[in-house]
């Protein structure tokens, strides 16, 4: 059974960086699976902010442009975001989460497993 | 580019529950849909349209193509009051509508 679990600090200061861990469990890092980051808030709702995968590539939300890191440590079975320059606007709840590719359609593809996800708030 | 309605709906069990999502523009088939309940991470129902994700039960169906996609619960179960989200991947970046809350009448 895979599970995801999110971790890192739940306070971060306005203009500083955000950084957060998921640790997987149940399959390896280097599966197919891209490793992706989804953030929700009130304001903004269900926000897609980027994606890994064990091979290097990347995808990120144009909104995070300069912000955004995402890396994996295939060693440890984890994978991080770092978010810098932190405004309120960051305040929101994170998620990790898994998404993977459709066995008999490439084409689709769809988040399957996603962490209890970890409230961060950006405050002074 | 994701515009889901209603925003919110009242319903009762045994009710028939129908949810849409319109892009704005042709999305194919590439919309996943969601159900989120209170203090939990979203749970994926349907993908790609119209397939029902391992183990969730059948009176969960989509259907839609291009731009106009629906979700119908058949007959609504206590477990089924929630919020749901579609989400589409035709383009980066990937974005969710904005949710339909489903309430008990």
């Known amino acids: 059974q895979v599970q995801l679990q999110e971790s890192g600090p739940r306070l971060v200061r306005p203009s500083g960086p955000l950084s957060l861990t998921c640790a997987v469990s149940?399959?390896?890092?280097?599966?197919?699976?891209?490793w992706t980051w989804v953030r929700q808030s009130p304001e903004m709702g269900l926000e897609w902010i980027g994606e890994m995968h064990h091979n290097g590539n990347r995808n990120s939300n144009p909104s995070f442009d300069g912000r955004l890191t995402i890396s994996l440590d295939k060693s440890k079975n984890v994978f991080s975001l770092k978010l810098t320059s932190v405004t309120a606007a960051d305040t929101a709840l994170y998620y990790c989460?898994?998404?993977?590719?459709?066995?008999?359609?490439?084409?689709?593809?769809?988040?399957?497993?996603w962490g209890p996800g970890t409230l961060v708030t950006v405050s002074s | 580019q994701m515009t889901q309605s209603p925003s919110s709906l009242s319903a009762s069990v045994g009710d028939r529950v129908t949810i849409t999502c319109q892009a704005n523009r042709d999305m194919r088939t590439y919309l996943n849909w969601y159900q989120q309940t209170p203090g939990q991470a979203p749970k994926l129902l349907i993908y790609?349209?119209?397939n029902l994700e391992a183990g969730v039960p059948s009176r969960f169906s989509g259907s839609g193509s291009g731009t106009d996609f629906t979700l119908t619960i058949s007959s609504l179960q206590p477990e089924d009051f929630a919020t749901y989200y579609c989400q589409q991947y035709d383009i980066v970046p990937v974005t969710f509508g904005q949710g339909t809350r489903l309430e008990i009448k």
């Open positions: 149940g399959v390896s890092i280097s599966s197919p699976n891209w």
């Open positions: 790609a349209a119209s």
């Open positions: 989460v898994s998404r993977r590719i459709d066995d008999v359609n490439p084409e689709a593809y769809f988040f399957d497993n």
